[in-house]
């Protein structure tokens, strides 16, 4: 009996709970996968969903498979989004053109389809069987290999995030006015992490305060340790800066302009 025709499927409890892509998506996203699992398990195609060229409604692709899953899903159209946006970026499923793959479920699929051909060869159960023990080995040599090689690829880009970020920290620590708790202070960005965008509103926000009558007067006294700066993302405060002294020989000028003495 083929899978889909069965009224279950193959859920391996343990890697279910300890797979480390999985792990790093939210509830949200986990409930999505698990009822995703489900469609797939009725699919024409096992351990896939097929985006038809009538399901192609926008240009984005995963908003397209969005809505088609949520006329299958109690969820709204942009949950199913967010979570398939998230489950594909952890690796935990993948986007391959028009389909979306659990290659979990596709390889359980063709193993059950060798084991059923076998069935049927009667007397070529020997041959069958080592066929079946390569495909299988062949199978989760693959699947094990995967694993590994996107163990050392997330480590490879935490290291050059981790790297990137400790260059972000040193241009404010740069700039930044009052350098005591350097430590701290490191450690509040670096529990930022952020990205280039953010980043830059931090620079900014920085400058601003950097001009403004708080930071500026009696010699900088007021300037709180950067540590304390980040954890209340004073970045964002609306700061009035210093405003210039204004010239006396201009504003002698303007006056005699305008006819005054």
Not at 65 to 89: G, N
Not at 93 to 99: A, F, M, S
Not at 134 to 155: F, G, V
Not at 181 to 201: G, R, T, V, Y
Request: charged share 30%; aromatic share 10%.
């Amino acid at each position: 009996m083929a899978l889909r025709d069965q009224p279950y499927f193959p859920m391996y409890a343990n890697d279910f709970l300890v797979d480390e892509k999985l792990c790093e998506c939210g509830a949200e996203s986990t409930g999505v996968y698990v009822r995703l699992m489900c469609l797939m398990h009725k699919s024409e195609e096992y351990g896939v969903i097929l985006l038809k060229q009538n399901d192609k409604q926008n240009i984005k692709q995963i908003l397209n498979f969005a809505c088609k899953l949520a006329k299958h899903m109690p969820y709204q159209t942009d949950v199913i989004e967010r979570s398939l946006e998230e489950l594909i970026t952890n690796g935990v499923i993948q986007l391959e053109g028009d389909k979306i793959i659990q290659k979990r479920m596709v390889k359980d699929n063709y193993v059950s389809i060798v084991r059923a051909s076998a069935g049927k060869k009667g007397g070529k159960t020997t041959a069958f069987a080592k066929d079946f023990a390569q495909a299988k080995s062949q199978a989760n040599y693959e699947y094990e290999n995967e694993n590994i090689n996107d163990t050392k690829n997330k480590r490879k880009r935490s290291a050059e995030g981790k790297e990137k970020t400790e260059s972000k920290f040193a241009s404010f620590w740069s700039e930044y006015p009052r350098k005591i708790a350097k430590q701290k202070a490191e450690q509040s960005f670096m529990k930022i992490n952020p990205d280039d965008e953010l980043f830059a509103k931090i620079m900014a926000g920085l400058k601003t305060s950097c001009e403004s009558p708080q930071w500026t007067k009696d010699g900088g006294q007021f300037i709180p340790h950067a540590a304390t700066w980040l954890n209340g993302r004073r970045w964002e405060d609306e700061v009035q800066s210093v405003k210039a002294p204004e010239n006396p020989f201009f504003a002698a000028a303007q006056r005699i302009r305008g006819g005054q003495p």
